[in-house]
């Protein structure tokens, strides 16, 4: 049994201009142990999805229906106090940008013993003692001195592995990462994802990955799941999604990964046309305005996400066999694809 | 109700005491309201005012002001003052009312015996106290504003000012109790002026130590001749006064009441000062406060007061000695042709000006200069209120016809003004912003194109209408309170030629007319009171038909009491209240 | 941190002569009254205006009267005499602070008892009912005329004057060194009218602050921790939101105690402000002069202490 199911998850907010629907059926499961990687371009509800898991989307203006299994009991119907023991606790989450995720006038030290305070009656001591060794163990140098410093004195890599810290002091089942490295430059985050790696084998805990950077999937994850316009479009194990994808959605955002290894001639092919509004999203298939291969069908009723394979779902109009051969023949075209 | 007040202006609010009075009608001076009642009280308990403002000067050397005046005159003696219903002045620290001989040139006055100073001097008053109280009425460190005007005809008396107090030869002091005034020509005004503050005893051998340096500080210290003193301590020292706070009265024990016509009833009297007219005349209503020092009720409030049966009786309406003014100078073009300014007499609407003071509450339209509470004294003689050379229909409301004519008469052919834009100065606030306005409108139905140059009240006497050479054609918010009920103290400054000065100038039209300053000059010196008034009434006549400014209001003060109190309304200083003679009912 | 505060003190002395200067000019160019007029009366003679001009030294050039003025505000601490009534403005002025600081400090601590919570609870809830009659509320406190909310308390519940008799009536003001019950009493309604407008400007800011602040990563970041919404609140969302606010309430004290005019006029609380208009009424410069400087003193003293105040409030200021 999954140690997080997420089934039918629907979420829209009322805004002046409409009805943002931000979450339009997504289901999804994540193992134990297991890492999960989300992916998709801003918009596509990745994010939302992300935090309506442990019940930060409940805004006045929010409507969120579907279930989100946890540990035998629903998320989304819990209520707000039950949540909360669960929220940092056994499910926690770390953010994009850790400058300003963390509150600029306490300091560091102060603001991870206030996590662990708030779910473990534990001396002040105590908890300040756990907090170094946190910060210890997400490879901060000198953690005594570390605990009294401010966020603004501390570099964004630091920053966030003190994120990690506070995320893991508590060893949650879950750690959902939302862009957890996309603030930072390119060498702190590969040190941040080997952190999390490490962390998640150390201590079993499952990962939630949050990333429009499939580059950072294709490193750890175990499944992956692709996001637009607040629907998942295709999900498969990483090898799968790798060697065989099946969406042209996905075909795009593969395209646009800047490989070391590609001759420098080769251009970035990002998909063309931007993100669809979500208060009057395109009839039939969402993708379709940007879709190089739309079928006629596409024009008026929105594919079911269905089954490839066993395990490989994907959510499009075109035949199986035509989208095999698409994928073919892109690579011969796309030196970087292979 | 203020005398600097009346020409300089110097608060706003205080200003608007003249401004908004109440009456129109009825009784030969102008009066509606309560008539002025005094009723004999009882002895003891804490009478409280309430004022806006604050004092000029505790020094009766320096007081120069109504509303100082209603502490002064309690607290020293002046050779005469006034009971609070007469307009007369009566002995004070005077024996008896002074006798002029010599032609009027020889001025005698005796003064009680027994009269002593408060603590810590507690000696007798003698002549001599009297004479120093004069002469440093002469010294700029004491700054008196009126000593040169009606005491300067004293033999020997200064023409230059400086810092110290002169030995004034013309002031005799033969023996203790007798003062003589040898003056250098027979004065009309003088034993009138005795009246002043200045001529209250100061004694020398503890004052004369203040009185050293640039500015007396003897105000500080000052003594007392009167029922009351200001609260002081055992060196002299005054502890109460707070300026702009408060002024706490208490009793004179060197005051001996056989001497005194005063009854000075209360114990005990403070002055409050700093508070807002509308709050001031609620408290006043609601009895935290027994009397208006400073300021008039606003005339809301005024009007909700008279309409109320069981308020209306604790409002009582004094008329102000003098008027208000637009003055035309009459030494540039175009004003100083008559006809034209004839022209201007016709076409102002007087009655809109009112109006911009609260209409008929705030006074008559005045006809002429001296003001009807003069009464035979001046202003009977000068026609009353039959006599109003520029008449028009609807309460003097201006007449383009007859304007017209005046215009032609001048040499306007077509009866319109086509000549330059002319200038007036005018006040930068309401109401005079307004009274400007309709002279400006009201000049422009005949052809005047009127600019409005508004500035601070203040700024306005000092800097412009009282500098000749910055003077513009118009001063339309000018006006004169008189110091007392002589005519010459109503006319003379603001019209007699030799008093055209080149600053701090009053006479706003540069009046000039040699006719004029002759027949003045004489009656100044008259010393017969039923002549020098018929005089005086005839001055009057000829000033307000050569139409040199244009008398639009005789104003009336109101004055409100608490319901605690019995009344004391002085009626020759403007309805200030008289607190020796009111007291806790 | 020391060398900075001494920077700044350095500029405050110069701008605070700058202000003195100013007013001079201003005296000097435009067309306010002639205090030697004034003070010698209008039926004065030429000679006395003369001889009280050059005893107030006004005879002489405006720059040298203003070197005069220095010299004895400098040495002396002298800050002249009034042309008025030749009191002391040095005196004056500190006679009337004791009413000026009760004044400023009971109104500040009532807007703020009012202000911030009211701010807390509409940016709790925004657009709801309670939020649009709070700030609707607000804006009427914010636009009514000190002077006639004045009027309107004295008339309500001042005693005497009052439908209500319940506190102190205007001109009621004892130094609390006289008793304490009266000039606390005295000084209700003062406190309250003063603060009104304050206190929903303190609102409308707290809110708005409040409102932005709780769209902060950091404060996703206290939820996320499993934190109480009331303690995301009260602990992380108002320690950032009320930072700005509270330099700004050290701003306002400074300029009340320069005078809270409209307050002390209607309510007859002898203070600072009161002097200064009676001496802008009366062309009394030195009282004028007096009180622009303890005015601009108080603002100048006001940014410093809200500028050092600022750099422990938010550990991310540093001076150097």
């Known amino acids: ?338 | ?585 | 941190m020391g060398a900075y505060i001494v920077r700044r003190v350095l500029w405050a002395i110069l701008l605070l002569l700058v202000v003195s200067f100013i007013t001079f000019v201003i005296f000097d160019v435009f067309p306010s009254a002639d205090p030697a007029a004034i003070r010698a009366g209008r039926n004065a003679t030429p000679a006395l205006v003369h001889q009280i001009r050059i005893n107030l030294g006004l005879n002489k050039p405006f720059y040298t009267q203003f070197w005069i003025y220095l010299k004895g505000l400098v040495e002396h601490f002298n800050l002249g005499y009034s042309y008025y009534n030749s009191e002391s403005v040095k005196s004056e002025i500190f006679s009337r602070l004791p009413a000026t600081i009760s004044l400023t400090i009971g109104g500040f601590i009532v807007w703020m008892l009012i202000g911030i919570p009211v701010g807390v609870v509409s940016a709790i809830r925004p657009r709801s009912i309670f939020d649009r009659v709070l700030m609707g509320g607000s804006l009427v406190a914010i636009s009514a005329p000190v002077y006639f909310l004045g009027l309107v308390s004295l008339f309500l519940f001042a005693k005497g004057t009052g439908q209500l008799q319940w506190f102190g009536a205007a001109g009621s003001y004892v130094p609390i060194s006289q008793n304490v019950g009266q000039w606390f009493n005295s000084l209700i309604l003062p406190w309250v009218t003063l603060a009104a407008a304050f206190a929903a400007f303190y609102a409308r800011m707290t809110r708005g602050n409040l409102i932005e602040t709780m769209n902060e990563d950091y404060i996703r970041t206290a939820r996320a921790k499993g934190l109480r919404e009331a303690k995301v609140i009260s602990k992380h969302g108002l320690r950032a939101a009320l930072t700005p606010i509270v330099t700004m309430a050290g701003m306002d004290i400074g300029l009340l105690l320069g005078g809270a005019i409209l307050t002390e006029i209607v309510f007859n609380v002898p203070g600072v402000g009161r002097y200064a208009y009676n001496a802008i009424t009366n062309s009394d410069l030195p009282a004028i002069q007096g009180t622009v400087l303890f005015g601009a003193f108080f603002i100048v003293f006001a940014n410093l202490v809200v500028d050092i105040l600022y750099a422990f409030l938010d550990p991310r200021v540093t001076y150097g």
């Open chain 1, 1 to 338: 049994m999954p140690l997080l199911e997420i089934e039918d998850l629907h979420v829209s907010f009322k805004t002046i201009d409409g009805v943002v629907r931000a979450v339009e059926g997504v289901s999804l499961s994540l193992d134990a142990r297991k890492t999960l990687g989300v992916v998709g371009e801003s918009g596509s509800g990745k994010s939302v999805t992300a935090q309506t898991i442990i019940g930060l989307t409940r805004f006045p203006n929010a409507t969120i229906t579907g279930r989100v299994m946890f540990d035998g009991r629903d998320l989304v119907s819990m209520d707000a106090d039950h949540l909360r023991a669960i929220r940092g606790a056994r499910i926690a989450m770390i953010f994009q940008d850790p400058l300003s995720s963390l509150h600029p006038f306490f300091k560091v030290g102060h603001q991870i013993v206030e996590a662990i305070r708030t779910h473990e009656d534990v001396p002040r001591d105590i908890a300040k003692r756990r907090t170094i060794e946190a910060l210890r163990s997400v490879g901060i140098p000198s953690p005594e001195e570390r605990f009294d410093s401010y966020p603004h004195e501390m570099s964004g890599g630091m920053r966030q592995r003190a994120m990690i810290a506070m995320a893991l002091a508590l060893r949650p089942d879950i750690l959902i990462a939302d862009e957890p490295t996309t603030a930072l430059d390119v060498t702190v985050q590969a040190q941040v994802l080997e952190l999390i790696q490490a962390l998640r084998d150390d201590f079993g805990t499952a990962v939630m990955l949050i990333t429009h950077d499939l580059g950072v999937v294709a490193e750890m994850c175990d499944d992956v799941a692709v996001m637009y316009a607040g629907r998942v479009l295709e999900q498969a194990p990483r090898e799968v999604l790798f060697d065989e994808p099946q969406h042209p959605y996905t075909w795009g955002l593969l395209q646009s990964i800047p490989r070391l290894d590609a001759p420098r001639t080769d251009r970035l092919s990002p998909i063309a046309g931007s993100p669809p509004s979500l208060i009057n999203p395109p009839h039939g298939c969402k993708f379709n305005p940007r879709c190089p291969y739309t079928p006629p069908e596409a024009l008026e009723t929105e594919p079911p996400l269905a089954p490839a394979e066993p395990g490989h779902l994907v959510r499009c109009h075109l035949p199986v066999e035509e989208r095999r051969r698409l994928w073919q023949s892109l690579r011969q075209e796309h030196p970087a694809l292979r």
């Open chain 2, 1 to 585: 109700m203020k005398r600097r007040i009346a020409v300089l202006g110097l608060a706003a609010a205080a200003l608007a005491f003249v401004a908004a009075g109440c009456g129109g009608g009825g009784s030969s001076s102008g009066v509606q309201g309560s008539s002025h009642t005094l009723t004999k009280g009882k002895k003891g308990g804490t009478i409280t005012i309430l004022s806006e403002g604050d004092i000029d000067h505790l020094d009766p050397g320096a007081a120069y002001y109504q509303f100082t005046y209603a502490i002064t005159y309690v607290t020293q003696r002046p050779l005469l003052a006034y009971k609070p219903d007469s307009i007369q002045p009566t002995p004070d620290l005077a024996a008896s009312m002074p006798t002029v001989s010599n032609g009027g040139k020889t001025v005698t006055v005796h003064i009680q015996h027994g009269i002593k100073f408060s603590p810590p001097v507690n000696r007798e008053v003698t002549s001599a106290d009297v004479k120093y109280a004069i002469e440093r009425g002469f010294d700029a460190a004491v700054g008196n504003g009126y000593a040169s005007a009606y005491f300067g005809v004293i033999q020997g008396a200064p023409t230059k000012i400086g810092n110290s107090v002169p030995n004034i030869s013309g002031i005799a002091t033969p023996d203790k109790y007798t003062i003589v005034f040898h003056l250098s020509k027979a004065s009309g005004i003088f034993v009138a002026a005795l009246q002043e503050p200045l001529t209250a005893p100061v004694p020398k051998d503890y004052a004369a130590k203040y009185d050293k340096g640039k500015s007396s500080s003897y105000g500080d210290h000052e003594v007392a001749t009167g029922p009351y003193m200001v609260q002081n301590n055992a060196a002299g020292k005054i502890t109460g006064y707070s300026p702009g706070k408060q002024i706490v009265l208490v009793r004179n024990p060197n005051w001996n009441p056989k001497t005194s016509w005063r009854p000075a009833y209360a114990d005990k009297i403070v002055f409050k000062e700093g508070f807002d007219p509308t709050v001031a005349t609620k408290q006043i209503l609601s009895g935290q406060g027994d009397a208006n020092g400073d300021f008039p009720p606003p005339a809301a409030q005024l009007k909700s007061i008279t309409s109320n049966s069981s308020e209306k009786g604790q409002l009582e309406f004094t008329p102000t000695p003098g008027s208000r003014f637009v003055a035309l100078n009459t030494q540039k073009a175009p004003f100083n042709n008559k006809y034209v300014r004839m022209a201007v007499a016709f076409i102002l609407d007087r009655n809109a000006m009112r109006l911009t003071r609260g209409g008929p509450i705030d006074g008559k339209i005045a006809t002429h200069f001296i003001s009807p509470d003069f009464g035979k004294s001046g202003f009977d003689q000068a026609g009353g209120f039959g006599f109003d050379p520029f008449k028009t229909a609807n309460n003097d409301s201006g007449d383009v016809g007859k304007a017209e004519a005046m215009l032609k008469k001048a040499g306007f052919k077509s009866g319109k003004y086509n000549g330059p834009q002319i200038t007036q100065v005018a006040d930068n606030t309401s109401p005079g912003s307004n009274t400007a306005a309709v002279v400006a409108n009201s000049l422009q139905k005949i052809g005047f194109n009127v600019k409005t140059i508004p500035v601070q009240h203040s700024a306005m006497y000092t800097r412009f209408c009282g500098v000749p050479k910055n003077a513009p054609n118009i001063c339309p918010n000018v006006g004169w309170i008189s110091d007392f009920h002589e005519p010459q103290a109503d006319l003379d400054a603001n019209f007699n030629g030799k008093n055209i000065l080149p600053a701090n100038n009053v006479n706003w039209s540069q009046f000039n007319d040699p006719k004029i300053n002759a027949l003045m000059t004489k009656a100044e010196t008259e010393i017969n009171s039923e002549k020098r008034w018929q005089e005086w009434g005839q001055i009057d006549k000829l000033i307000t038909s050569s139409a040199a400014a244009i008398p639009w209001i005789w104003e009336n003060s109101p004055t409100l009491y608490s319901t605690r109190v019995t009344h004391g309304t002085e009626l020759w200083n403007g309805g200030e209240p008289d607190v020796s003679f009111m007291s806790v009912k």
